[in-house]
C-alpha cells in the first residue's frame, strides 16, 4: 500500500510539473511588453495605453510629415481651454466624450493625442475612446506637467 501511494505521489507531482512548465500558446516570450509599430515610436505603450510626452506632443506638431495624421484634443473646460491651449488642439470636455464618443468625428484609426491639466481626465477620456473602438490613442503630458506654448485664439 504504501509502494502504490508514493507511486501516485509521484505521478501528481510530475504531472503538476509538466503542467506548470508548459509555455503559453501564442504568445510572445516578453508578455509584459508590446511591440510598437513605427508610426507609433514616439508614444510610450503602457498594456493598451499609450503615454507621451510633452517634448513628443510639440515634435509631432512640427513633423510636416505627420500634418493630418493626427487630432489633439484638450478634455478640460470650455473656459480652461480658452484660458490657454496647445495651438490647434480641439477642445472636446471630458464628460461630452464620455455621454458620446462619437463627438469626437474623427477616424478610429488616426492618432488621438489627449491632454488635460494633469493627465488624470485625458486618462479617463482615452479609456472611453478605446472601449468605442479608437485604436491609437494617447494621454499626453498635461499643461501642468509640460510648459507647453499655450495660445488662445
Do not use: W
Not at 479608437?134 to 494621454?139: A, Q, S
Amino acid at each position: 500500500m504504501k509502494k502504490l501511494l508514493s507511486l501516485a505521489l509521484v505521478l501528481v507531482l510530475a504531472f503538476s510539473l509538466v503542467a506548470c512548465s508548459k509555455p503559453a500558446e501564442n504568445k510572445p516570450a516578453d508578455q509584459g511588453t508590446e511591440s510598437v509599430p513605427a508610426d507609433q515610436a514616439d508614444s510610450v505603450q503602457t498594456g493598451e495605453k499609450a503615454t507621451m510626452t510633452g517634448d513628443e506632443v510639440v515634435a509631432l506638431q512640427a513633423d510636416a510629415e505627420q500634418e493630418g495624421k493626427y487630432v489633439i484634443v484638450d478634455v478640460r473646460s470650455a473656459e480652461e481651454y480658452a484660458a490657454g491651449h496647445i495651438k490647434d488642439a480641439k477642445n472636446i470636455p471630458l464628460d461630452d466624450i464620455k455621454n458620446d464618443a462619437s463627438v469626437l468625428d474623427a477616424d478610429k484609426d488616426k492618432k488621438i493625442v489627449l491632454y488635460c491639466n494633469s493627465g488624470k481626465k485625458s486618462g479617463e477620456a482615452q479609456d472611453a475612446l478605446l472601449a468605442a473602438g479608437y485604436t491609437d490613442v494617447v494621454n499626453a503630458d498635461g499643461v501642468k506637467n509640460y510648459e507647453y506654448d499655450l495660445v488662445t485664439e
